[in-house]
Protein backbone atom coordinates (compact mmCIF):
# COMPACT_ATOMS: atom_id res chain seq x y z
CA UNK A 1 0.00 0.00 0.00
CA UNK A 2 1.29 3.64 0.06
CA UNK A 3 3.45 4.68 2.64
CA UNK A 4 4.64 8.47 3.07
CA UNK A 5 8.07 8.84 3.75
CA UNK A 6 8.64 12.23 6.58
CA UNK A 7 11.71 13.78 7.13
CA UNK A 8 13.67 14.59 9.78
CA UNK A 9 11.88 13.04 12.33
CA UNK A 10 13.08 15.64 14.29
CA UNK A 11 14.24 19.26 14.85
CA UNK A 12 15.46 21.18 17.86
CA UNK A 13 15.72 24.35 16.63
CA UNK A 14 16.22 27.91 18.28
CA UNK A 15 13.69 30.93 18.04
CA UNK A 16 13.83 32.93 15.06
CA UNK A 17 14.95 29.99 12.94
CA UNK A 18 13.59 28.83 9.35
CA UNK A 19 12.29 25.26 9.37
CA UNK A 20 11.75 22.59 6.29
CA UNK A 21 10.33 19.15 6.25
CA UNK A 22 8.95 17.24 3.50
CA UNK A 23 7.04 13.83 2.66
CA UNK A 24 7.87 11.73 -0.17
CA UNK A 25 5.66 8.64 -1.55
CA UNK A 26 6.33 5.97 -4.14
CA UNK A 27 2.72 6.56 -5.24
CA UNK A 28 1.08 9.33 -6.49
CA UNK A 29 -1.43 11.50 -4.38
CA UNK A 30 -4.23 13.65 -5.50
CA UNK A 31 -4.02 15.82 -2.26
CA UNK A 32 -1.24 16.72 0.07
CA UNK A 33 -2.35 18.04 3.60
CA UNK A 34 -0.48 19.39 6.33
CA UNK A 35 -1.42 19.16 9.95
CA UNK A 36 0.28 19.99 13.52
CA UNK A 37 -1.11 17.66 16.31
CA UNK A 38 -0.22 18.74 19.68
CA UNK A 39 -0.28 16.77 23.08
CA UNK A 40 -3.79 15.39 23.98
CA UNK A 41 -5.36 16.79 20.93
CA UNK A 42 -6.01 15.96 17.53
CA UNK A 43 -4.19 16.87 14.02
CA UNK A 44 -5.46 20.42 13.31
CA UNK A 45 -5.02 21.35 9.61
CA UNK A 46 -2.35 24.25 8.19
CA UNK A 47 -2.11 23.82 4.60
CA UNK A 48 -4.46 21.76 2.48
CA UNK A 49 -2.43 21.53 -1.53
CA UNK A 50 -4.73 19.86 -4.42
CA UNK A 51 -2.62 21.08 -7.85
CA UNK A 52 0.47 19.78 -8.28
CA UNK A 53 3.07 22.56 -8.68
CA UNK A 54 1.16 24.47 -6.39
CA UNK A 55 2.45 26.80 -3.51
CA UNK A 56 0.42 27.76 -0.66
CA UNK A 57 1.06 29.99 2.32
CA UNK A 58 -0.71 30.34 5.51
CA UNK A 59 0.94 33.31 7.62
CA UNK A 60 4.77 32.05 8.23
CA UNK A 61 3.90 28.80 6.69
CA UNK A 62 4.49 28.01 2.92
CA UNK A 63 3.89 24.34 1.59
CA UNK A 64 4.12 23.06 -2.48
CA UNK A 65 2.84 20.27 -3.81
CA UNK A 66 5.56 18.70 -5.91
CA UNK A 67 5.14 18.50 -9.73
CA UNK A 68 5.54 14.46 -10.07
CA UNK A 69 2.48 14.35 -7.41
CA UNK A 70 4.70 12.25 -5.18
CA UNK A 71 6.16 14.83 -2.61
CA UNK A 72 5.53 17.79 -0.41
CA UNK A 73 7.20 20.17 2.24
CA UNK A 74 6.49 22.54 4.81
CA UNK A 75 8.59 25.77 5.29
CA UNK A 76 8.08 27.64 8.89
CA UNK A 77 9.67 30.49 8.86
CA UNK A 78 11.27 32.78 11.88
CA UNK A 79 9.92 29.65 14.24
CA UNK A 80 7.98 30.76 17.73
CA UNK A 81 7.95 28.49 20.60
CA UNK A 82 4.20 28.03 20.07
CA UNK A 83 5.08 26.44 16.66
CA UNK A 84 6.10 23.34 18.86
CA UNK A 85 4.39 20.20 18.03
CA UNK A 86 4.23 17.37 15.98
CA UNK A 87 4.09 17.50 12.17
CA UNK A 88 2.25 15.62 10.09
CA UNK A 89 1.99 15.29 6.07
CA UNK A 90 -1.02 13.46 4.47
CA UNK A 91 -2.07 12.27 0.90
CA UNK A 92 -4.88 11.00 -0.71
CA UNK A 93 -5.71 9.78 -3.87
CA UNK A 94 -8.43 9.50 -6.14
CA UNK A 95 -11.35 6.90 -6.85
CA UNK A 96 -13.26 4.46 -4.81
CA UNK A 97 -10.85 2.56 -2.59
CA UNK A 98 -9.55 6.12 -1.49
CA UNK A 99 -12.87 7.48 -0.21
CA UNK A 100 -12.16 8.86 2.91
CA UNK A 101 -8.99 7.75 3.47
CA UNK A 102 -5.47 9.85 4.27
CA UNK A 103 -1.91 7.95 4.70
CA UNK A 104 0.06 9.67 6.86
CA UNK A 105 3.95 10.26 6.94
CA UNK A 106 5.38 9.39 10.73
CA UNK A 107 5.76 13.19 11.56
CA UNK A 108 8.11 15.63 12.71
CA UNK A 109 8.53 16.78 16.35
CA UNK A 110 9.66 20.11 16.43
CA UNK A 111 11.14 21.74 19.40
CA UNK A 112 12.06 25.05 19.18
CA UNK A 113 14.32 26.62 22.24
CA UNK A 114 13.33 30.31 23.11
CA UNK B 1 -19.82 26.05 13.18
CA UNK B 2 -18.67 23.97 15.76
CA UNK B 3 -15.62 21.22 15.21
CA UNK B 4 -15.82 17.80 15.45
CA UNK B 5 -16.44 16.64 18.81
CA UNK B 6 -15.69 13.35 20.32
CA UNK B 7 -16.53 11.16 23.02
CA UNK B 8 -15.78 9.93 25.73
CA UNK B 9 -12.38 11.71 25.67
CA UNK B 10 -10.87 9.49 27.94
CA UNK B 11 -11.65 5.26 29.02
CA UNK B 12 -10.22 2.64 30.88
CA UNK B 13 -11.10 -0.71 29.56
CA UNK B 14 -9.88 -4.05 30.43
CA UNK B 15 -9.25 -7.50 28.33
CA UNK B 16 -12.03 -8.62 26.80
CA UNK B 17 -14.53 -6.06 27.72
CA UNK B 18 -16.00 -3.91 24.27
CA UNK B 19 -15.97 -0.04 24.16
CA UNK B 20 -17.79 1.95 22.02
CA UNK B 21 -17.04 5.28 21.07
CA UNK B 22 -19.17 8.27 19.72
CA UNK B 23 -18.15 10.88 17.07
CA UNK B 24 -19.88 14.20 15.81
CA UNK B 25 -19.09 15.70 12.35
CA UNK B 26 -19.36 19.30 11.75
CA UNK B 27 -22.49 20.62 10.50
CA UNK B 28 -22.87 19.51 6.73
CA UNK B 29 -20.38 17.22 6.72
CA UNK B 30 -21.45 13.64 5.29
CA UNK B 31 -18.30 11.48 5.72
CA UNK B 32 -16.64 10.60 8.68
CA UNK B 33 -13.73 8.77 9.38
CA UNK B 34 -11.80 7.10 11.77
CA UNK B 35 -8.17 6.76 12.76
CA UNK B 36 -5.91 4.80 15.33
CA UNK B 37 -3.04 6.69 16.52
CA UNK B 38 -0.07 4.96 18.17
CA UNK B 39 3.60 5.56 18.88
CA UNK B 40 4.71 2.63 16.89
CA UNK B 41 2.50 2.53 14.17
CA UNK B 42 1.62 6.38 13.43
CA UNK B 43 -1.53 6.83 12.27
CA UNK B 44 -3.53 4.04 10.68
CA UNK B 45 -7.07 4.34 8.85
CA UNK B 46 -9.76 2.03 10.15
CA UNK B 47 -12.71 3.04 8.04
CA UNK B 48 -15.36 6.07 6.55
CA UNK B 49 -19.02 6.26 6.50
CA UNK B 50 -20.86 8.46 4.21
CA UNK B 51 -25.14 8.08 3.93
CA UNK B 52 -25.21 5.61 6.66
CA UNK B 53 -22.46 3.15 4.56
CA UNK B 54 -19.07 1.85 5.13
CA UNK B 55 -17.57 3.09 1.46
CA UNK B 56 -14.32 2.45 2.72
CA UNK B 57 -11.82 0.17 5.20
CA UNK B 58 -8.27 -0.09 6.45
CA UNK B 59 -6.67 -3.14 7.14
CA UNK B 60 -8.04 -3.86 11.08
CA UNK B 61 -9.70 -7.42 12.10
CA UNK B 62 -13.51 -7.60 12.47
CA UNK B 63 -13.11 -6.66 16.18
CA UNK B 64 -13.15 -3.06 15.08
CA UNK B 65 -16.35 -1.98 13.30
CA UNK B 66 -18.39 1.18 12.94
CA UNK B 67 -22.04 3.17 11.98
CA UNK B 68 -23.46 6.02 10.80
CA UNK B 69 -26.58 7.67 11.89
CA UNK B 70 -28.62 9.50 9.70
CA UNK B 71 -27.71 12.54 11.47
CA UNK B 72 -24.57 11.75 10.38
CA UNK B 73 -22.82 10.90 13.77
CA UNK B 74 -20.97 8.07 13.94
CA UNK B 75 -19.74 5.27 16.37
CA UNK B 76 -17.20 3.08 16.50
CA UNK B 77 -17.07 -0.21 18.71
CA UNK B 78 -14.08 -2.64 19.46
CA UNK B 79 -15.04 -5.98 20.98
CA UNK B 80 -12.65 -8.25 23.17
CA UNK B 81 -10.34 -5.56 23.71
CA UNK B 82 -6.78 -6.59 23.63
CA UNK B 83 -3.65 -4.82 25.01
CA UNK B 84 -2.73 -3.38 21.67
CA UNK B 85 -5.72 -1.87 20.93
CA UNK B 86 -4.54 0.77 23.30
CA UNK B 87 -4.27 4.25 21.73
CA UNK B 88 -5.82 7.57 20.52
CA UNK B 89 -8.62 7.27 18.02
CA UNK B 90 -9.61 9.82 16.08
CA UNK B 91 -12.38 10.62 13.96
CA UNK B 92 -12.62 13.25 11.07
CA UNK B 93 -15.48 14.66 9.28
CA UNK B 94 -15.56 15.85 5.82
CA UNK B 95 -18.18 17.37 2.98
CA UNK B 96 -17.84 13.94 0.92
CA UNK B 97 -14.71 12.10 1.61
CA UNK B 98 -13.06 12.56 -1.79
CA UNK B 99 -9.08 14.10 -1.96
CA UNK B 100 -10.89 17.61 -2.60
CA UNK B 101 -12.87 17.27 0.48
CA UNK B 102 -10.38 18.93 3.37
CA UNK B 103 -10.73 16.18 6.38
CA UNK B 104 -10.47 18.18 9.90
CA UNK B 105 -10.20 16.08 12.99
CA UNK B 106 -11.69 16.01 16.29
CA UNK B 107 -9.63 15.66 19.95
CA UNK B 108 -9.85 12.17 20.16
CA UNK B 109 -10.78 9.28 22.84
CA UNK B 110 -7.65 8.17 24.62
CA UNK B 111 -8.42 3.77 25.36
CA UNK B 112 -6.50 2.54 27.98
CA UNK B 113 -6.88 -1.46 27.43
CA UNK B 114 -5.83 -3.23 30.89
Known amino acids: GQQLNQSPQSMFIQEGEDVSMNCTSS?????WLWYKQEPGEGPVLLIA?????ELTSNGRLTAQFGITRKDSFLNISASIPSDVGIYFC??????????????FGQGTILTVHP | KAGVTQTPRYLIKTRGQQVTLSCSPISGHRSVSWYQQTPGQGLQFLFE???????NKGNFPGRFSGRQFSNSRSEMNVSTLELGDSALYLC?????????????FGPGTRLTVL
Open chain 1, 27 to 31: SIFNT
Open chain 2, 49 to 55: YFSETQR
Open chain 2, 92 to 104: ASSLGGGPADTQY
Open chain 1, 49 to 53: LYKAG
Open chain 1, 90 to 103: AGQIAGGTSYGKLT
